[in-house]
C-alpha cells in the first residue's frame, strides 16, 4: 500500500487562456490572489499534483463530474447561504448560482476554457451534480433538477423538476451528488435536514424525518416516526436509488448526520464519510444495505445525547453503537468536516492505488486514502493515510495551530472524481473557515488539483460510441458516468453482445470484471446464463457477491463453503420475503454465524425483520432449556432480534450471578429495546436487583424509557395538580405589577428587580421575553439584577433578551496576537468552563466535548468561537424556552421531541414533558454558553485559555 514519505509538489503556472465574461480588473486580482497563495499540495513520492484550474474560470466549487470528453462540470455555490452570509458583501449572482464546464482544449495538462452551462435562480448553493449521457442532474434541495441538452450544444433545451420534496432548502444537511451505480440504477444521498416528503414516478412515496431542525431560516418544521409506502420508519441522512425514469425510488440504508456523499463502487458497495455534532466523532464507513447507522434513535425523535447511557464513551453513543439494529460506525476519523468520496477503479496512477477509497476532509485539509480489506461480513477501514493536504505531515500539527495568516489553512476539498484519462482531479472550496453555513472568502475563489503519476502525461481517449468496440471501452473506462455511456449502450442490443462482454470476466483489472456481470444479468437470459455461472462458479467472492446482487437470485441456497460476505447478501435479501419462505435460510444462516461478527449479525436481524417473534419462537427449542447456558452467539441473537418471547429468558440471564457483568448487561439492554408492557415491568423489577450492576442500570432504563417507548405502557405517575409555593405565588404577584401600567412606576421596577433576583421570577421573565411581553423601559432595570440571578441557567439564556452589563466587547485580533501561558489557561479552564465542557480527563459533558478542538480550530477560529458564541450553534446546542400548562418554565437544549419532550439543561440535568402539556416553546438565538466579557475575562486571558485547549507550545 502507497505509505511512502509525502514531498511536495509546486503547481504548475496559472491558466493563461481564459473564456470567462468577466472584467479583467477581476481576472487580474485573481492572478495576484494565486501568487501570493501557496499553491503547494503533498502526494506520496510517486504521484504528482499540478493546479489545473482556478478562479475566476469558476467559483466556490460544492461537487463535480467528468464526462467522456474529459471536461470538468462544477455545481458553484456563490449565492452560499445568504442568510448568514450577506450578499452586499461578497460575490453575488443575481440570477442564480451555476453549472460550470471546465476544459484542457490543447492538452496541456490544465484548464485553459470555461463555459457556463446554466444560470438558474432555482440553484440555490447546489450540492450535486451528475452528467450521465445527454442528461445533467443537479441535486438542489427541494429538487432532483434534470437538465438535458439534445443537441450537444452545451446549452440545456429542456429542464424538467425530476423529483420534489426533499428537506433542506439552502442547506448544507441537504441533498448530494447523483451517480450512475454499476447495475445502471441512479444513486444519490441526503443529509438530515427534513423533513422529505418526495413521490417518485410511480407515486410511491418516501416520508422521512428527525428531530433535527436549525441551521438555516426555512429548515424549522421537522419530526422523526414517519412511515413511507413500504411501512418502514426511516430517519436522518438517506441513501437512495431508483431507476433512470424515476420510478422505483428505494432506501438503501438511513440514519446519517449528513454523509455528503456516497461513492459506489463497481460491486455495488456502497462507501460514505459522516459529521458529527462534536470535533471527536467523525466516521468513514462501509454502508450495509438496509442498515441503520445510528446517528438519531431509531424512530429519529430523540438526538443521541438524549439516548447516551451513563457508561458511554462519546463515539459510542454519537452513532449508538451499543444499541441492537445499528450498523458498525467504521473509522473514527475525529475532528472535522468530510465531504466528497470517490472510489478510484483505474489503473493510470499504477496497479496499488487501484481500489483505493478517497475521503476528502475539508476540516482538516486533506484528502485520506484507504484500502478496506474484508472482515468477517463487513470491512475493516483501519487502515489511513493522507493522500493529498496542504501540509507536510511532520509540520501539520505545529503549522495548523500557527497564529498568523496562513492560507495553506484554506485548502478545503469539497469533492474528488476520476477522470476519463485516469487522473483524480480534486476540487478545492477554498476558504479559512468550513461548516456552519459561514464564509469568510468573499471573492468566492476556488481551485482544482490534478493528481497523476510522477512524469507520465495521462490523455483522455476518445469513444466511438457506434461500436460495440467502444461502447466496451466507455464500459472499461475509470469515471463513473462515463461507463454508464457504455452500459447503456451495450444493454440496450440485448443477447448480441454477450459474447464481447462475456470477455470483460478475463480482465484483469476485477472491477472490469465485476461492471461484466452486472451487465450480463440484464442481457436476456443468455446474459443472465453467464452472470449465474459467476454466482456458482467463481472462485473470487467478490464477484460472486455482486453476481448476487445482480441477480437477485431468491433460490439461491445457503451452503456451508460460502464466505461471510456472500452469506450477509443472502441475509439481506430476504428482509421482505414472508417468513414461512425464508425461516430455513434464516436458521441455516444462523448456523453459519460465529458468534462475534456484528457485521454478519446486523445482516442476520435485517433479514428477519419484522419476522422475530416467528423466528425465535422456532428457533428456541433447539438450545439449552436454561438461558444461562447459552452460547455466545445464542446470546447475541437474543440481543439482536429481542422479540416479546424471549424476555423472560433475558430476565434469568440478566440477573444470573454465573454470567459475567457484561452478558448480563446484554440482556439487560435487550430488555430495553422490547416495546411492552412486561419489559416495563420487568425492568421495573430488576431496579430493585440486589447486584449493583444490575439495579444500576435497570434504574437508568426505567427513567429513560418512561419518557419515550414505554411511556404509555405504564402510569408512572398519577397526574396531579401542581401546587404552587408561597414564593412562587408571590412572584406571580409581582408580575401583575409589573405589568400593570396603573401601578407607580418606580412600584413596577422594584417589581421587575424582584422578579430577576428570583429563581422561579426569572423564570417568569423569560417567559414573558420570549413572547415580547416585558416593557422595553424595564429591561435595563432587569438586566442590573438578571445576571446575578442564582439560576445559573437563568443568567445565560437572559442574554438573548437583556443587555448584558459586560462593557466593552473582546478583540479577536489583540487577543491572537498576546503569546498564551497554558498553565494559567488551564485554571481558567477549570474556573469557567468545565462545568459543562470536557478536556481529557476534565470537565462534564454538557456542552460540546473540546479534547480535540486542536483539530477543528487554529488559535484566531477558537478565539472568534469564544468570543461570539452564538455565531454558529452546533446541532443538539441550539437552547429553547418552554412553558407548560402549570405555569412552569424550561429552558434547555432540546434532545427528545415526540409524545414527550426530553430538555437537557446547563447543568446536565433532563427534564421530561408531556407534549400535550406543552403551551409554548420557541428556539433561542443565543448560546448557553455565556459572552467572555459577561466573565470577567480579557484578551490575556483568552489567549491563555486557547493556549491551554490547543496544546499551543509557550509564548505563541
Known sequence: MPNAPLKIIVAMSLVSVLSFTGTNTLQNEYRAESLSDSNQVFVPDDLEATLWAEAPLFYNPTNMDIDAKGRVWITEAVNYR?????????????????????????????????????????????????????????????????????????????????????????????????????????????GNAGPHNVKDKSGWNLRSGSIYTGGTPYNDKNQGNQKSDDGRVWVGGLALRMNPDGTGLKVMAHNFRNSYEIAIDSYGNYWQNDNDDQVVTCRTSWVMEGSNAGYFSADGTRTWQADRRPDQDMFTAHWHQEDPGVLIAGDNTGAGSPTGMLVYEGDA????????????????????????????AGYDMSKRVDFISSFPKVEAHYVWNDTGVD???????????????????????????????????KKGYGRIYRITPKGKKLTTPKFDLSTIDGQIEALKNPAINVRNLGFVALKSQGERVVQPVKMLLKDPNP???????????????????????????????????????ALNSPNFSVQKSLGSGLLREIAISLRDVQYEQSKEKLNALFAAFDGGDRYFLEALGIGADGKEEAFYKDIRPSWPKDPVGWTPKQAALAWRLHPKAALNDLRIRATSKALSAADRKQ?????AFIKDKAAALTMLELSKSPLKDVSEQAFYWVNFRKTNDWQDLINWQQATAAVLSPVQKKMLEWQKIMMDTSVAKPKREMAAKTLASDLYGGQLLLAAAGESKIPKEFKPVIAEAIFNNPDRSIRMMAGDYFPRPSGKGLSVNLAASLPADATKGKQLFQTNCATCHRFETDGKDIGPDLSMINKKFDKNGLLDAIINPSAGLAFGYEPWIIQTKDKNTYYGFLVGDGATVVLKDAAGQTTSLKATNIISRKQLKNSLMPEASSLGLKEKDLSDLTGYLLKLPAGE
Open 407 to 441: 492560507k495553506r489553512k484554506w485548502f478545503r476539498p469539497s469533492d474528488a472524481a476520476t477522470g476519463p484519462d485516469g487522473a483524480i482531479y480534486v476540487a478545492d472550496w477554498y476558504d479559512p473557515i468550513v461548516g456552519g453555513h459561514a464564509m469568510h472568502d
Open 349 to 376: 496512477l499504477g496497479e496499488k492505488y487501484r481500489g483505493t477509497v478517497l475521503s476528502c476532509e475539508a476540516g482538516r485539509n486533506v484528502v485520506w486514502a484507504y484500502w478496506p480489506q474484508p472482515k468477517g
Open 82 to 190: 445568504e442568510f448568514n452570509n450577506k450578499p452586499d458583501k461578497k460575490l453575488h449572482f443575481d440570477q442564480g448560482d451555476r453549472v460550470v464546464i471546465l476544459e484542457d482544449t490543447d492538452g496541456d495538462g490544465k484548464a485553459d476554457k470555461s463555459k457556463v452551462f446554466v444560470q438558474d435562480k432555482d440553484l440555490v448553493a447546489p450540492l450535486g451534480i451528475g452528467v450521465i449521457g445527454n442528461k445533467i442532474i443537479v441535486s438542489c434541495a427541494p429538487n432532483i433538477i434534470m437538465y438535458t441538452d439534445e443537441n450537444g450544444d452545451d446549452v440545456p433545451d429542456k429542464k424538467e423538476i425530476f423529483l420534489t420534496g426533499f428537506g433542506g432548502l439552502d442547506h448544507d444537511h441537504s441533498l448530494h451528488s447523483l451517480t450512475a451505480g454499476p447495475d445502471g440504477r441512479w444513486h444519490f444521498n441526503t
Open 511 to 549: 472491477f472490469i470484471q465485476a461492471r461484466a456481470v452486472w451487465l450480463l444479468s440484464q442481457l436476456g437470459e443468455k446474459g443472465k446464463a453467464e452472470a449465474e455461472k459467476v454466482l456458482n462458479e467463481s472462485k473470487d467472492e467478490n464477484l460472486r457477491i455482486t453476481a448476487f446482487r
Open 667 to 671: 440482556a439487560l439492554t435487550a430488555i
